[in-house]
């Protein structure tokens, strides 16, 4: 039988941590633990100055780990996110030199004002834990999570990320602006000092990897299961779009519904979980025709009409 654990403290002081920088942003910041929770990487969408880079660093300085930053630019090369081997004129042999990617948690800012060919040195990275190298292989430190940034490709010197690319995240978020009292609660926040330098570490890596390793093995009934892929079928079968979700969609649907089971201190995932987790899941994942995109309707709108449409399981 399922049993209901007791609220983990652990989540608890990381949840204080993120909202001592964030505030009135809680929605974002439980997308953003259950994606730790689950082992995938975010893309945080949205305008400059909002807090998208605090965001990151917060949950980066949260945990005892290793920690990489890469500000994306258009001249950014693979070999600055990858490292490349540097020749040795003493010894006549090859050293190679790691790049930031070999990390525990790495941030990559403003990730599309680089160019499509260096965002897809992350691709391997982000699917298989891994990076090929001048033709070696090289394992990455365990976990692994990308935080992206990006600004909306309206922008000038933005870049589209690929259809590849943005599968690979788990989830997507917006911050948005804060309201009237919350900017004004910033605003003497920030007076005196700044809060992100105040964030200690609450987690370290064996306590991460154990907790991942605890949400893997949290319950999905057969009829969760079933939800979650009649959910995929009917995008694809969806004339408004062009790319319906993908078995990998799929996948991660499944792993955000069970973070967020286990952030609500349950080892069984509900229906409920899985509608919380669709619209951070599958709106990035989807590919509209270019009828639908110039009726204005958006990815959205599109999923939360196919979902509507689906009987929820009891």
Same mark, same amino acid.
């Given at each position: 039988?399922? +049993?209901?654990? +007791? #609220?983990?403290?652990?989540?608890?002081?990381?949840?204080?941590?993120?909202?001592?920088?964030?505030?009135?942003?809680?929605?974002?910041?439980?997308?953003?633990?259950?994606?730790?929770?689950?082992?995938?990487?975010?893309?945080?969408?949205?305008?400059?100055?909002?807090?998208?880079?605090?965001?990151?660093?917060?949950?980066?300085?949260?945990?005892?780990?290793?920690?990489?930053?890469?500000?994306? +630019?258009?001249?950014?090369?693979?070999?600055?996110?990858?490292?490349?081997?540097?020749?040795?004129?003493?010894?006549?042999?090859?050293?190679?030199?790691?790049?930031?990617?070999?990390?525990?948690?790495?941030?990559?800012?403003? &990730?599309?004002?680089?160019?499509? =060919?260096?965002?897809?040195?992350?691709? #391997?990275?982000?699917? #298989?834990?891994?990076?090929?190298?001048?033709?070696?292989?090289?394992?990455?430190?365990?976990?692994?999570?990308?935080?992206?940034?990006?600004?909306?490709?309206?922008?000038?010197?933005?870049?589209?990320?690929? #259809?590849?690319?943005?599968?690979?995240?788990?989830?997507?978020?917006?911050?948005?602006?804060?309201?009237?009292?919350?900017?004004?609660?910033?605003?003497?926040?920030?007076?005196?000092?700044?809060?992100?330098?105040?964030?200690?570490?609450?987690?370290?890596?064996?306590?991460? =990897? =154990?907790?991942?390793?605890?949400?893997?093995?949290?319950?999905?009934?057969?009829?969760?299961?079933?939800?979650?892929?009649? &959910?995929?079928?009917?995008?694809? =079968?969806?004339?408004?779009?062009?790319?319906?979700?993908?078995?990998?969609?799929?996948?991660?649907?499944?792993?955000?519904?069970?973070?967020?089971?286990?952030?609500?201190?349950?080892?069984?995932?509900?229906?409920?979980?899985?509608?919380?987790? &669709?619209?951070?899941?599958?709106?990035?994942?989807?590919?509209?025709?270019?009828?639908?995109?110039?009726?204005?309707?958006?990815?959205?709108?599109?999923? +939360?009409?196919?979902?509507?449409?689906?009987?929820?399981?009891?």
């Amino acid at each position: 039988m399922a +049993t209901v654990r +007791t #609220e983990n403290p652990l989540l608890t002081q990381l949840r204080e941590n993120l909202r001592q920088v964030i505030y009135g942003k809680s929605e974002c910041i439980d997308a953003l633990i259950v994606a730790l929770l689950a082992g995938g990487s975010v893309l945080i969408e949205d305008v400059p100055g909002v807090g998208k880079t605090t965001l990151a660093k917060a949950l980066a300085k949260s945990i005892d780990a290793k920690y990489s930053r890469i500000q994306f +630019t258009p001249d950014l090369l693979p070999a600055d996110v990858l490292g490349s081997s540097i020749y040795n004129p003493v010894s006549g042999d090859f050293r190679f030199d790691p790049g930031p990617i070999f990390c525990n948690i790495l941030l990559a800012d403003e &990730i599309n004002r680089a160019s499509p =060919r260096t965002q897809s040195a992350l691709l #391997e990275a982000m699917n #298989e834990n891994q990076a090929t190298i001048e033709g070696q292989r090289r394992p990455l430190d365990q976990p692994f999570i990308v935080i992206a940034t990006e600004n909306p490709i309206e922008f000038h010197g933005t870049y589209p990320l690929p #259809e590849a690319q943005l599968d690979r995240f788990l989830i997507r978020l917006a911050i948005g602006y804060p309201t009237v009292d919350v900017e004004a609660d910033i605003l003497r926040s920030h007076a005196q000092a700044e809060p992100l330098d105040k964030i200690q570490p609450v987690l370290s890596l064996e306590q991460v =990897r =154990r907790v991942q390793q605890e949400v893997a093995a949290v319950h999905t009934d057969d009829s969760i299961t079933e939800f979650v892929v009649e &959910i995929a079928h009917a995008t694809r =079968r969806d004339n408004r779009l062009q790319l319906g979700i993908s078995t990998r969609g799929t996948l991660m649907l499944a792993r955000a519904a069970r973070g967020r089971a286990y952030a609500q201190d349950r080892d069984f995932v509900t229906p409920d979980d899985v509608l919380w987790a &669709i619209p951070y899941v599958l709106p990035h994942r989807i590919l509209l025709t270019a009828k639908t995109r110039h009726s204005g309707t958006t990815a959205e709108q599109i999923v +939360t009409d196919i979902v509507s449409h689906i009987k929820v399981p009891v």
